[in-house]
């Protein structure tokens, strides 16, 4: 009977066990399921953090190159002169005489060959005017008959080539955007003066070879009209040996056609 019973009770707990290990065998397929849902949940916000950072890269990089080729624009000419023809009357002074100051009216007429490169003649009357210092040696009382003025500029005649590397724009007072160039320049040409020597009190016409340097802008108004401010060095044979160097600054008014 204690055998039976030894045999039985055996039997009994071999069953619990084994019924034990049917309820607990599905537990380890969950416990995976629940750690590849964690270690997946990193991952996907890993994705959409990268995803955001890289819109965000491309945003900058849109207004990087967009600035950049704004600034481009700047270089374009909304005013073209290739091939065409400028006719520019203007007026000017020469200041830098001590008895004499000129005022030169003329015209300078061009032809822009390239939108860098322009071949130009001129040609100006100088109006001479005494300065302060030659009326007060000249005054009543003073015996000066002439100031020492051994030579008057009558007018003169050029012929250039203008360089214009620079384009742009300017705004101005923030009310208008206007287009502008900068020209330099180089040329020869011929001034005619009177010398008054003082053998001769009536003095004598003469025409001498000169040269000249330019720096100067050109202020767009529209594809027709424009504005020159300029700055010209002249150089001549002075009366009695040396070197005159009349320096003219004249405002223009160019029609290109």
Do not use: C
């Not at 040329?187 to 008054?196: C, L, V, Y």
């Not at 150089?235 to 040396?242: A, E, L, M, R, Y």
């Amino acid at each position: 009977m204690n055998g039976l019973t030894l045999f039985l009770a055996m039997v009994f707990v071999a069953f619990l066990g084994t019924a034990h290990a049917q309820d607990a065998a599905p537990a380890p397929d969950a416990a995976p399921a629940a750690d590849a849902a964690s270690a997946d949940s990193p991952q996907v916000d890993e994705d959409q953090a990268a995803t955001a950072a890289e819109k965000e890269l491309e945003r900058d990089l849109a207004k990087f190159w967009g600035s950049r080729r704004k600034v481009k624009v700047v270089q374009r000419r909304l005013f073209e002169k290739d091939g065409r023809f400028e006719v520019a009357p203007f007026g000017g002074v020469i200041p830098n005489d001590d008895f004499i100051v000129y005022f030169p009216v003329g015209t300078r007429v061009s032809y822009h060959f390239s939108e860098a490169f322009t071949v130009e003649a001129s040609f100006a009357y100088a109006i001479d005017n005494e300065s302060d210092l030659t009326k007060f040696l000249t005054a009543e009382g003073i015996d000066l008959k002439r100031a020492d003025i051994q030579e008057y500029i009558r007018n003169f005649y050029n012929v250039n080539i203008l360089w214009a590397p620079i384009y742009g724009k300017i705004s101005i007072l923030g009310f208008k955007l206007s287009h502008f160039e900068s020209y330099v320049g180089m040329g020869f040409g011929f001034f005619s003066t009177h010398e008054i020597p003082a053998d001769n009190p009536n003095g004598n016409d003469r025409n001498k070879p000169s040269g000249n340097t330019i720096v100067g802008f050109r202020w767009f108004i529209d594809d027709m009209f424009n504005i020159r401010t300029e700055y010209r060095q002249h150089f001549f044979q002075k009366f009695n040996g040396g070197v005159s160097i009349p320096v003219e600054l004249s405002l223009g008014f160019g029609i290109t056609i």
